[in-house]
């Protein structure tokens, strides 16, 4: 007899983040799909400040009907980054500025617990059991690592977003925004296990959802407050991506961040190689930069997968039928009143 897998159950370490709101999204149909759990939402000092991560989270999931998935605060300060934040790109509120748009939650940043401690807890908890999806800075992961040395270990595995190899960078030329950001947490990380997955620029910059898939999603149900969202974010996230010309012109933007999920349930959307990967902590133009040893000579052990090659088309089809699931399972509380009336009616 052959035994059902188990669920697999997820932390996403995020900073949304127009992009990150997208993974979110995604991940949140897998779950009213019943393909995975998700155990806790832990935030981060990134795209915008942490303050404004922790709401932004915590807004989506409310959105989405997940108001009781604990969302950490991040942890300020991992170390000194000479970089600015990327709030031009995502918005002051890292949401496209349409946090207004959002339902109020009602968590507060105070009185949430720090994401650092909410990964010990939960990896402590469930060892072997939870696969650490990081799509932000990795300065959570690495306060967690040196509070709990082997920690991370715990994790049933860690996928990255982050790192640019045989590409240039979108932060710095040579380096790109997460592991920039806190380049001695990226370091920290890289060291904890020899098994991290990587999602890096590589294969994201494929990765663009335009203007029309985000029309092609919402048509489900125009009216669902979800397929709003996603086409005015997409239309702000589209205007800085041109901006900054990162779509060779196409009415679209970057999702960056979205892929990591391909890895764990669309697998066959990616191609991986293993590496030793490294990362520029000291360099004058390159701090920041991914790197492995490229050259036909012995290597000693390697730290990492790295995606080298992504099928983009299918990547973002299969992400595409996730999100109209998603919204066609978003139904308007006064529909669920009137099916609820039609069902005692027929009682
Ligand atoms: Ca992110």
Redesign the pocket.
Known sequence: MITPKAKPKIILD????G??SF?LLWLLSLVKQGFTELVAVTTVD??VHARYTFAGASKLLKLAGFPSIEVGKGVIGGSESDLEDAGGIHGADGMGNLSHTLPEIDVSYEDAAYSDDILIEKLQANPGEVVVIA??PLTNLASAEKKCPGILKNAKEIII?GGAFKVPGNIRPEAE??IAYDVEAAATVFASRDDIVVIPLDVTKQLIFTNEMAKQVSQINPESGISKFIVSLCEFMTKTALAFRETQGKQGFLV??AATLAYLFYPETLLFRRADVMIETKGEWTRGKTLFDRRNKTKFGANAWVAMEVDSVNLLAVMIEDLKVLISLDLDPRLLEEVGDLGSSLL
Do not use: L, Q, R, S
């Open positions: 995020t900073d949304p983040g992009d990150d993974a990134g795209n799509i932000a977003m925004f997460n960056h961040d």
